[in-house]
């Protein structure tokens, strides 16, 4: 045995430390652990928390149970800076009285808080409530059970007990009494037994027996003789206050059978959250501050709850979700991200902000919580009645807190959610939806969607010479019904073939016409005429056979989903997945935002808002009479007819029906910009990239300015802010540029461009038609420079398909930058003449997001060791230049592999690519002759002269 001053060598002072997990058995194991150390004893007779770690002693101490489950982390630890055992003793019997002070002043106050106060009176409430219920029930029963005798020794006994219980201040006989029912409030065992709680609960049970002692002596009634007893603990004298309270969950079933059916989905997703969070207790025992509780839980939900099940996929179960569970992940993944960004001194305090914008989890916004609060106003009204929940009652007799109180509410909770330096470590991200740009529109209406496809299945494959398919269904015809008549999803899609009718001479859309359609509002309701751009495609003539076919709906193929009941969420989820494979999904240009870009085409028209509001939907009465009604049908039309997309109607003979065969509008290539903010909200560097390849075209970082000094950062050239802001309205000349998601940055940029003075690149109204064609704004950017490679030593020689090689490819920079060193991808070798050519394919590191799926990538880390590769990187096969073999000033030298399935990757990559021809790079092998027109006369004959 060792002695009681006695240490291990794992810093644990025996009988003194507390039962720490032993290695051994599976637990912690600390640096100083050795395995010659011996069993320690499990008593500990001083209680002091010892622990050493690097011979410095700790404090380590397990918290209560209760405040664990308030977020507090499982175990105390405190370092007491001090490696002697007797003065650690001593700073640790000191920090333990203290901690062991603050536990109990903790749990005195959350004993002593409006909540768990409310909890016990409704406790008590329900003891009263079941003991007067049960008084009446035995007066008039049939045959009682016992006899009066007997009931009046069992009352008398437990009269005895509770007065012996109270003098011995014995607190656990009152969780005899009201156990079950604390439960049931909320309250844990351990709360009843508290002496606040126990002692109200026994002098209850004895007013209570006394009242039972007097009824079944003298057989009063129970309500007339425990009258007073009954308005003490707040209920009525009356047999319906007698009734059981109402649960949450039969609260929720009977606010859903009131609710219309809009409605009822919204009451039965609050009603979840509630059950998860308040357990299925009565109503009446939640107060106001726990509703609050509640509306923070909702306020702090993942803005994709409920989301991740697994269940939309083929042959899976999937897995229930715990709202409250998601809520903790997101909590701990916010907690490391906001640590990370925090640490990062290279950053702007703008820089960091926009970080956290972008990269924290996004929740619900303030917005959806008062539509949740007003769904929990339903459930409680239909449990307590109007009385208790109603707009005349006091904000301090509320159980569901008003919309001022809300307001209040989140003004703090939106304060608490602010680091030191007021950087957000809660983030909404609400939508802001913006028009579809020309640009966009117009890369939609020349995807394979109206172009053709050379898959039926995969939508997104471009058409090739022999096989070239459009299919006309949903997902051809709604996106050009949204941009062309403004109506939504929905209505559109539940749309029946008798809806299309021939009205004033003109074929016109009901939209809403049947009594059971799904609509927003009733001004939805309303008659459109179809535009002529859809009767050039054939849409008079498509619905023909489709009443032919004795089809009953427009769209069949698009049914109503099982949670929402909307065909909108089913169309919405194919079609944004096909945008996204086909890169032509926005965050703010939407799928909905369509209808707002036909707002936005007819207020370039001139057309009053009240004519624009009665197309989309929003708005009826007066403003419509003033305008229009339904006999100025063709006055619409003529206004529908008037936006002007760009789109060339033809046909072809494969195709029995007309077809999209091109769009006027100019197609710019995109440019993503990414912008560093400075402490003061300025630009300090700017990079523009191509979105398609990744490739910088432009970056620069302003002289003066604190730049950020990492990735991407650290080769940005310094130029003056004039010359920067006045480069990158050059740019936007001949690029389309999108513009940083942080609202911040977008206004310091906009807020740069300030500096150049130039005309505006717009026309101006005045000079504008109805029908204005966009003009085309030049050329393709001018060919780079020669490349400037430094090493020209081990050139590449016999490259097939699949090896890779380290060359410098032709960028789009136009400040004359000469191109970078890269790897490329050999994808195939050409003949053509006595030359042979490489087909190389553009290299690039891989993102985060991964590749897309005419991407080549190579991350492995075996695949990286044979392809002689530092990063993982991916090789774009939409983007090939044809290079000579000889060409010494682009091939630098050779790299590996990408493995023996090399040929297979490669055709897998190119039929998702399309039929995209590589770009030739052509060399300077002979100055270029100057342009010679020679005349020749040609060789006549004379006509004969006749005699």
Not at 141 to 159: F, G, K, N, Q
Not at 315 to 330: F, T
Not at 524 to 547: N, T, Y
Request: proline share 6%; charged share 30%; net charge positive.
């Amino acid at each position: 045995m060792t002695s009681k001053n006695s240490i291990f060598p794992n810093g644990i002072a025996v009988d003194q430390a507390a039962s720490l997990p032993s290695p051994r058995r599976g637990g912690s194991q600390t640096g100083s652990h050795r395995a010659r150390c011996r069993t320690r004893e499990p008593s500990r007779k001083w209680g002091l928390h010892l622990v050493r770690r690097n011979g410095i002693f700790y404090f380590r101490r397990r918290w209560p149970e209760k405040i664990r489950r308030l977020g507090a982390p499982a175990f105390l630890s405190v370092s007491l800076r001090t490696h002697v055992l007797a003065e650690a003793v001593k700073r640790s019997a000191d920090l333990l009285s203290a901690v062991e002070a603050g536990e109990r002043n903790v749990l005195e106050e959350l004993q002593d808080s409006p909540v768990c106060e409310a909890r016990v009176q409704s406790m008590l409430r329900e003891i009263v409530r079941q003991a007067m219920a049960g008084m009446i029930a035995r007066q008039e029963s049939d045959a009682p059970v016992d006899t009066s005798d007997a009931s009046l020794c069992r009352i008398s006994a437990e009269a005895s007990l509770i007065r012996n219980a109270q003098q011995a201040r014995d607190w656990s006989v009152a969780s005899a009494f009201a156990g079950e029912i604390a439960r049931q409030n909320g309250l844990d065992p351990e709360a009843v037994e508290a002496p606040a709680v126990a002692r109200q609960v026994l002098s209850l049970m004895r007013r209570l027996n006394e009242l039972g002692a007097r009824v079944e002596r003298e057989f009063d009634d129970p309500l007339n003789a425990g009258r007073d007893l009954l308005i003490d603990n707040g209920l009525p004298p009356s047999r319906d206050a007698m009734k059981p309270p109402m649960r949450l969950s039969d609260a929720i079933e009977k606010a859903c059978e009131e609710a219309p059916q809009d409605v009822e989905s919204k009451i039965r997703v609050v009603g979840k959250l509630a059950v998860a969070f308040f357990e299925d207790v009565p109503v009446s025992s939640i107060v106001l501050e726990r509703s609050f509780e509640f509306l923070f839980t909702v306020w702090m939900l993942p803005k994709g709850w409920g989301k991740a099940h697994g269940r939309n996929r083929h042959g899976q179960a999937g897995r229930e979700l715990c709202p409250l569970e998601e809520i903790r992940e997101a909590d701990a993944k916010d907690a490391e991200l906001v640590e990370e960004i925090m640490s990062l001194d290279t950053l702007s305090i703008p820089d960091k902000r926009r970080r956290l914008v972008q990269e924290l989890t996004p929740r619900l916004t303030d917005g959806y919580l008062f539509v949740q609060r007003d769904m929990l106003n339903r459930i409680f009204r239909a449990a307590l009645g109007k009385k208790r929940v109603g707009r005349d009652v006091d904000d301090e007799d509320r159980v569901v807190p008003s919309h001022s109180q809300l307001k209040n509410r989140l003004r703090a909770w939106h304060k608490s959610q602010k680091t030191s330096c007021k950087l957000p470590t809660r983030v909404s991200r609400p939508k802001r939806r913006m028009s579809w740009s020309l640009e966009h529109v117009s890369r939609l209406l020349r995807s394979p969607i109206y172009l053709g496809t050379s898959s039926p299945k995969q939508r997104s494959r471009k058409a090739t010479a022999r096989k070239r398919y459009i299919i006309r269904d949903a997902i051809y015809w709604v996106p050009l019904i949204m941009i062309t008549m403004g109506v939504r999803p929905e209505e559109i899609l539940q749309a029946a073939v008798q809806d299309v009718v021939r009205r004033d001479g003109i074929l016109c859309f009901l939209v809403g016409d049947e009594e059971d359609a799904v609509l927003k509002n009733q001004q939805s309701r309303r008659v459109l005429p179809i535009p002529q751009i859809l009767l050039d495609l054939g849409f008079r003539q498509w619905i023909v056979a489709k009443r032919k076919s004795g089809e009953t709906w427009l769209f069949p193929e698009i049914q109503p989903d099982k949670s929402h009941g909307r065909r909108s969420q089913t169309f919405g989820d194919r079609l944004r997945n096909l945008l996204k494979t086909l890169k032509l999904q926005d965050a703010r240009e939407d799928i909905y935002a369509m209808r707002r870009t036909l707002s936005s085409k007819l207020m370039g028209l001139g057309i009053d808002t009240g004519t624009r509001q009665r197309i989309l939907g929003h708005l009826e009465g007066t403003t419509i009479d003033r305008h229009y009604s339904d006999h100025g049908l063709l006055e619409l039309k003529d206004l529908l007819d008037a936006v002007n997309y760009g789109i060339e109607v033809g046909s072809d003979r494969r195709f029995g029906f007309p077809i999209i065969v091109g769009n006027r509008t100019a197609l710019q290539t995109a440019l993503d910009v990414d912008v560093a903010l400075t402490d003061r909200q300025e630009v300090s560097a700017v990079q523009l990239r191509d979105a398609e390849t990744d490739e910088i075209v432009f970056e620069a970082s302003i002289s003066g300015r604190k730049a950020p000094s990492g990735y991407p950062w650290n080769g940005c050239r310094q130029l003056e802010e004039i010359d920067v802001a006045a480069r990158i309205i050059s740019l936007s000349r001949q690029y389309s540029l999108t513009m940083p998601a942080s609202e911040e940055a977008t206004a310091a940029l906009e807020h740069l461009l300030i500096l150049v003075d130039d005309k505006p690149f717009y026309i101006p109204a005045a000079n504008r038609g109805v029908a204005t064609e966009v003009k085309n704004t030049g050329d393709a950017p001018a060919a780079a420079a020669e490349p400037d490679i430094q090493d020209q030593d081990c050139r590449p020689v016999n490259l097939v398909a699949g090896d890779l090689v380290v060359c410098a490819l032709p960028n789009l920079r136009v400040d004359g930058t000469k191109p970078t060193a890269r790897p490329g991808l050999v994808v195939a070798t050409r003949s053509l003449g006595s030359r042979r050519f490489l087909d190389i394919a553009w290299g690039s590191p891989l993102e985060s997001f991964g590749p897309a799926p005419h991407e080549l990538a190579i991350s492995r880390s075996v695949e990286m060791a044979e392809a002689k590769l530092d990063i993982p990187t991916k090789f774009n096969l939409r983007r090939r230049f044809l290079v000579p073999e000889e060409d010494t000033a682009r091939l630098h030298r050779r790299l590996g592999r990408i493995g023996n399935n090399a040929q297979l990757r490669i055709q897998e990559g190119l039929s998702c690519a399309g039929d995209i021809s590589p770009e030739p790079v052509y060399e300077n092998l002979r100055p270029a002759q100057p342009l010679t027109v020679e005349r020749r006369r040609i060789k006549g004959v004379r006509p004969v002269k006749s005699r």
